[in-house]
Nanobody
Framework: QVQLVESGGGLVQTGGSLRLSCVAS????????MGWYRQAPGKQRELVAT???????NYADSVKGRFTISRDNAKNSEHLQMDSLRPDDTAVYYC????????????WGQGTQVTVSS
């Protein structure tokens, strides 16, 4: 059974930092593309960042230079370091996985709330 368990959300002031973590189980983590999405109240879920199995990264323009995605294949985990946080970063953040073996499937975590106060 696939599980993605996020942690690290919370309340922070503008300009502060948070580090989100996602621990995965139930699939071959090293071969998966991992990512983070977020959904603010009244808005659609949007891509924040992704990291491929080879370590290539991609970021939404709104977080470039402020957020850093990373992965630790030995611990089946990914992380999102969020610096210089702004109120418009407030959202529920979701861990996301695309596995390729034995077939292509997409999985989501349950989400963790990030709130940035002004």
């Amino acid at each position: 059974q696939v599980q993605l368990v996020e942690s690290g959300g919370g309340l922070v002031q503008t300009g502060g930092s948070l580090r989100l973590s996602c621990v995965a189980s139930g699939f071959i983590f090293s071969g998966a593309t991992m990512g983070w999405y977020r959904q603010a109240p009244g808005k659609q879920r949007e891509l924040v960042a992704t990291i491929t199995s080879s370590g290539s990264t991609n970021y939404a323009d709104s977080v470039k230079g402020r957020f850093t995605i990373s992965r630790d294949n030995a611990k089946n985990s990914e992380h999102l370091q969020m610096d210089s946080l702004r109120p418009d970063d407030t959202a529920v953040y979701y861990c996301h996985a695309i596995t390729t073996w034995p077939s292509i499937k997409v999985y989501w975590g349950q989400g963790t709330q990030v709130t940035v106060s002004s």
